[in-house]
């Protein structure tokens, strides 16, 4: 699996546990669209990124859930980097536009990974 899909697992992952509508693993793991196994992956995946963070599962509620006082909250963030500098007055000529999304990268990809308390 490439960097940006296992990315794009743990990052919807951990939205749906923060919102406490994951379903039942099985359910989770055709959301993910990973094997029940793979889905444990992601979830031991995701705890690894601090030892405090447990994730439970109410069978009742049908969801996992960050069950200590520590959650996990994971942005995507990209930044473009000028590698030339641009005067004064060549920012003012530059106008506005519409940018599109690419999932084309070619230079890497940072995540940054916050534990927050509950």
Known sequence: MNEFKH??????????????????????????????????????KLKSF????????????????????KAIKLTFNIEVESLTEMTDEEMEDVSGGTKLFSFFFESPIF???????L
């Open 7 to 44: 990315l794009k697992k743990l990052i919807s992952l951990e939205r749906k546990i923060r919102k406490k509508n994951t379903g039942t693993p099985d359910e989770l793991a055709k959301h993910l669209k990973v094997s029940r196994s793979g889905l444990y992956w992601l979830i031991e």
């Open 50 to 69: 601090d030892a405090g963070v447990e994730i439970g599962y109410c069978p009742f509620t049908k969801t996992h859930y960050y069950s200590g006082n």
């Open 111 to 117: 995540v940054d990974c916050k534990v927050i308390s």
